[in-house]
């Protein structure tokens, strides 16, 4: 069975860094393309940063810049190192794992249970 399970979310002030990880069972995760997705209470799950099977990279807006996703194929593992975090990204942050059936693109198919991130002011 493919499980994937968030680790490393956390209190932090703003300005800070947080590194979330990723970790895969069932799956090798270079086999797929991956991303991470934040939600906060009463909104729809966002996602921040794509891994796609080319090893292309595509980050949203807000976080560009201050988020690196990237991939430890030794330790089947995803990162986000997140830098110079802010209050508005506080949220439960989820890493999903896919499918390319097309250039630049993955369907998510395998979802983690998410970590919280809190960042205070």
């Known amino acids: 069975e493919r499980q994937l399970a968030e680790f490393g979310g956390g209190s932090v002030q703003s300005g800070g860094p947080l590194r979330p990880s990723c970790a895969a069972s069932?799956?090798?995760?270079?086999?797929?393309?991956m991303g991470w997705f934040r939600q906060t209470p009463g909104a729809e799950r966002d996602g921040i940063a794509t891994?796609?099977?080319?090893?292309?990279?595509g980050y949203t807006e807000s976080v560009e810049g201050r988020f690196t996703i990237y991939r430890d194929n030794a330790k089947n593992t995803m990162f986000l190192q997140m830098n110079s975090l802010k209050p508005e990204d506080t949220a439960m942050y989820y890493c999903?794992?896919?499918?390319?059936?097309?250039?630049?693109?993955?369907?998510?198919?395998?979802w983690g249970q998410g970590t919280q991130v809190t960042v205070s002011s």
């Open positions: 891994l796609y099977s080319d090893d292309n990279i």
């Open positions: 999903a794992a896919g499918v390319s059936y097309a250039t630049d693109s993955c369907t998510f198919n395998y």
């Open positions: 069932g799956a090798t995760l270079s086999n797929y393309c």
